[in-house]
């Protein structure tokens, strides 16, 4: 669920630097210390936009909430996370601590199509039962262990791919056209598809969440971030793009305490794209976050 421990992690790069923090015990960007706290106030589970992409140390939504609340808070974000990982972390790393505020981070460009993939693995699967956990977090050696293996692995099959480019500068320059186009539709959002349906398990895995969250007097809360293009593309006011008005139903009829970023932020801001990194990538700049943090936290009640 999350990376190797206490290692300095190059996450990414949108903008000048590349976005660089020290690993927590579990692998997640916390400050490792935090986990020390007896009793934890806050929780954050998502993706890479709970991960903290890519902002620097302190940028992040769970670094603005300690400054701005003075309270210990967690992300347990982790870049490509959908729905039914997102639950599984739940049950991982929060049954010791029990949270007294669990966000829950949904991104509405790609959350429901990653759940496509992730209902494929069966272990994944086994999170549905109440009671299965793989007790991941007195585990974290061999996680550390097995995660390191893989990046040897995946580090040698580059070399070998890049080798073997090197000796063809024809194939070579092919395979910089591809690399372009990929990050241009990563740019555009023109390769995650928009064809979909709200699967019956979102729900399942919605309900489970807040059904635990509540069993220890705990709260959870849905924030829904919108996508980037929906400024760049005038679709402002579309309450149907990306089943926006399904997902938001949906989330009143579970009894889900709903903070729509959208309808609280960025409607009311002359120009939203300045609160996207560099105005044309996915994730949020620095203000964006921290403008954004300040909302949840009017929400909850944690600021006048």
Same mark, same amino acid.
């Given at each position: 669920m999350?990376g190797?421990?206490?290692?300095t ?17 579990y692998?997640?960007n916390n400050p ?11 929780f954050?589970?998502?993706?890479s ?7 620097q140390?302190g ?6 909430i300690?400054f701005?609340t003075k309270?210990s808070?967690i992300?347990?974000?982790?870049? $490509?996370?959908g /729905? =039914?990982? #997102?639950?599984?972390?739940l *049950?991982?790393y929060? @049954?010791?601590k029990?949270p007294?505020?669990? &966000?829950w981070?949904?991104?509405?460009r790609?959350?429901?199509e990653?759940l496509?993939e992730e209902?494929s693995?069966?272990?994944?699967m086994?999170?549905?039962n109440?009671?299965?956990t793989q007790d991941l977090?007195?585990?974290?050696l061999e ?5 390191k293996?893989?990046?040897k692995?995946?580090e ?6 890049t ?7 024809e194939?070579?320059l092919?395979f910089?056209?591809?690399i372009?186009l990929q990050?241009?539709?990563d ?8 064809n979909? $349906?709200i699967? /019956? =398990?979102? #729900?399942?895995?919605?309900v *489970?969440?807040r059904n @635990? ?5 705990g709260? &959870? ?6 996508d980037k293009?929906r400024?760049?593309s005038?679709?402002v ?6 089943k926006?008005?399904?997902i938001?139903?949906?989330?009143n009829?579970l009894?889900?305490?709903?903070i729509d970023i959208?309808e609280?932020f960025f409607?009311k801001?002359?120009?939203?794209l300045?609160f996207?990194?560099e105005r044309?990538y996915?994730?949020y700049?620095?203000?964006g976050?921290n403008e954004?943090?300040?909302i949840i ?8």
């Open positions: 999350g190797i421990s206490n290692t992690t190059v996450f990414c790069k949108e903008g000048d630097k590349f976005s660089i923090y020290e690993s927590d015990r692998g997640f490792d210390h935090q986990w020390d706290n007896e009793k934890i106030i806050w954050l589970i998502g993706d936009f709970a991960q903290g992409s890519c902002v140390p940028d992040d939504f769970a670094s603005r300690r701005l309270q808070a992300s347990l974000g982790m870049s $490509g996370n /729905p =039914l990982i #997102e639950l599984a972390s *049950k991982e929060t @049954l010791k029990k007294k505020i669990v &966000l981070f949904y991104f509405e790609n959350d429901l990653d496509k209902k693995n069966s272990i994944l086994k999170y549905l109440d009671d299965f977090d007195s585990k974290q996680i550390d262990k097995k995660l293996k893989y990046i692995l995946a040698s099959e580059y070399k070998k791919k080798h073997k480019i090197d000796k063809n500068v194939k070579f092919s910089k056209k591809i372009r990050i241009l539709r740019k555009t959002a023109l390769d995650r598809g928009l979909f $349906g699967d /019956p =398990l979102f #729900e399942k895995i919605l *489970k969440s @635990l969250v509540n069993s220890w007097g709260k &959870l809360y849905f924030v829904y971030l919108t293009e400024y760049s005038h679709r006011k579309d309450k149907n793009y990306l926006k008005s399904e938001i139903e949906l989330i009829n009894d889900i305490p709903l959208h609280q409607i801001q002359a120009d939203p300045k996207f990194a044309i996915g994730h700049s620095p203000d976050y954004i943090s300040k936290l009017k929400n909850i009640n944690m600021l006048d």
